[in-house]
Nanobody, 125 residues
Framework: QVQLVESGGGLVQAGDSLRLSCAAS????????MGWFRQAPGKEREFVAS????????RYADSVKGRFVISRENAKNTVYLQMNNLQPEDTAVYYC??????????????????WGQGTQVTVSS
């Protein structure tokens, strides 16, 4: 079993940056594809970013491409999401997710086995 805990969310202004962290415990996540999703009020949870186990492959939602960067430090069992030039439409609860058996990037919810509780990101205009 893997526990994921997100941190780093907060209230920022448009154009600001935030870095989210996802700390894993219970098992190493070094062999897992890791991802970030988000859910805005009244909307479905949506894919944001994914990174394969070794970090060689990444994928981003079109809405965040060029502004967000996913990274990982397997030695720390931690995944990050650097978010730059934040906009009000980025306001959401951000979730970290792990896909145990995948060897590729994953963009769908059902392909992820473990989820964190989420961290709120609010961007004011």
């Amino acid at each position: 079993q893997v526990q994921l805990v997100e941190s780093g969310g907060g209230l920022v202004q448009a154009g600001d940056s935030l870095r989210l962290s996802c700390a894993a415990s219970g098992r190493t996540i070094s062999t897992y594809t890791m991802g970030w999703f988000r859910q805005a009020p009244g909307k479905e949870r949506e894919f944001v970013a994914s990174m394969t186990r070794g970090g060689a492959n990444t994928r981003y939602a079109d809405s965040v491409k060029g502004r967000f960067v996913i990274s990982r430090e397997n030695a720390k069992n931690t995944v990050y999401l650097q978010m730059n030039n934040l906009q009000p439409e980025d306001t959401a609860v951000y979730y970290c997710a792990a896909s145990r058996f995948s060897t590729t990037v994953e963009v769908t919810i059902r392909r992820h086995d473990y989820w964190g509780q989420g961290t709120q990101v609010t961007v004011s205009s």
